[in-house]
């Protein structure tokens, strides 16, 4: 049990460094003691799943990476929310018609990337 709260601390903190967020911004998110943060990414205490569900929502990263570190295809909403997030707004901005022909042509361009991404010329 105890490397398994070790690893779920070091994700805790790589979120956090990774969104720039200092420990003690991170402990005002989560209404507790900068040092009672510290304890939790420390590793010293075990995080509640409250806790472990405003960091996820703090830091963009997805739950069950926080817990589990599993690599998912969800880690492109931590990667890229900033843009994900624009695109979401220009797309909501759009009549229905040009929505559908932004989205036509976007998964398209995503087949043929991913087609020629796995070609053996590629590699």
Not at 83 to 103: C, Q
């Amino acid at each position: 049990m105890l490397i398994v709260k070790a690893h779920v601390a070091q994700r805790i903190r790589e979120a956090r460094e990774y969104r720039e967020i200092t420990q003690v911004e991170m402990a005002q998110h989560l209404d507790v003691a900068r040092q009672t943060y510290l304890d939790i990414e420390s590793g010293k205490t075990e995080p509640k799943i409250s806790s472990l569900a405003v960091i996820a929502d703090v830091t963009g990263r997805p739950l069950n990476w926080l817990l589990y570190g599993e690599s998912t295809r969800s880690d492109i909403a931590f990667t890229h929310r900033d843009e994900l997030n624009t695109l979401l707004m220009l797309f909501n901005k759009l009549p229905l018609s040009a929505r559908h022909l932004v989205m036509e042509q976007a998964l398209l361009l995503a087949a043929y990337m991913v087609d020629i991404g796995s070609s053996p010329n590629n590699e």
